[in-house]
């Protein structure tokens, strides 16, 4: 199975070996952008931190757009020869929304009066303790302060601080990302995530918030076999895999 195959039915096995971060799209190869909708809607399928889904898919599909980002991507081939660039973004600012969202669906959903209490009480309590940040980490710091704190009796999490819920927040994005680019595997197409970009000048082109960061752009397309730029090189399971 080779790395630009079209896909017919791959099993996740082949669709996981033969990802590969590819650096050159096909320019003459069909492209429908419906593939993108229905990756993307794969992608929101992904795991993510108290299913508080803080991600943002801004597509990029204009040449002229396409050349923009290239540009702000150091202008690397993978995004100049890109038929579409998705830029993941994680959206911090978005936190009480989204869990007012998992509030009205809890009320609407729940009707076991004890489970609704436990899981109201983690959307109105715990979430706001620990995604209401400031933009200095001021509260954070004090956040972390009594977490330390109340953990020295008991089990504790202890990422409370502004920076560890941004790290909280990209995790899940990259989730989304990564079933992203399986998805596009799965049809048979190609990607390559990149964080080698002018994330300033993406946020500003992008007309984003100054609380919103860029997770990835992932620059997509039909690759073929010049751009992959090596073989399919990994440290052995064995030196990075323990068992306790
Ligand atoms: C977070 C992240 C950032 C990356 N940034 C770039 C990038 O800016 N440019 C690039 O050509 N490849 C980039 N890559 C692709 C990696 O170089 C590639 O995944 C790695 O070398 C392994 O190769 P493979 O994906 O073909 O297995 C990035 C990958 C990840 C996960």
Redesign the pocket.
Known sequence: MNATQTAQSLSFEEIVRS???M?RFDQEANWDPKVIDKCLDLAIQAPNSSNMQLWQFIRITKAEAIQEMSRL?MG?G?AANAKEIIVFVARPDWWKKHAQFNISKIKAQESNPKKLKRALEYYEKYVPFFYNQDSMGILGFFKKILVNFMGIKKPMMREAGRTDIRISIHKSV?LAAMTFMYALKGEGLDS??????DSKRVKKFLNLPSKAEIN?VIPCGKGIPEG?YSP?NRIPLEEISQKL
Do not use: N
């Open positions: 990802r590969r971060a650096r991507c690397q993978s990259a390559c995530p990149l964080e080698g970009f990835m992959i399919k």
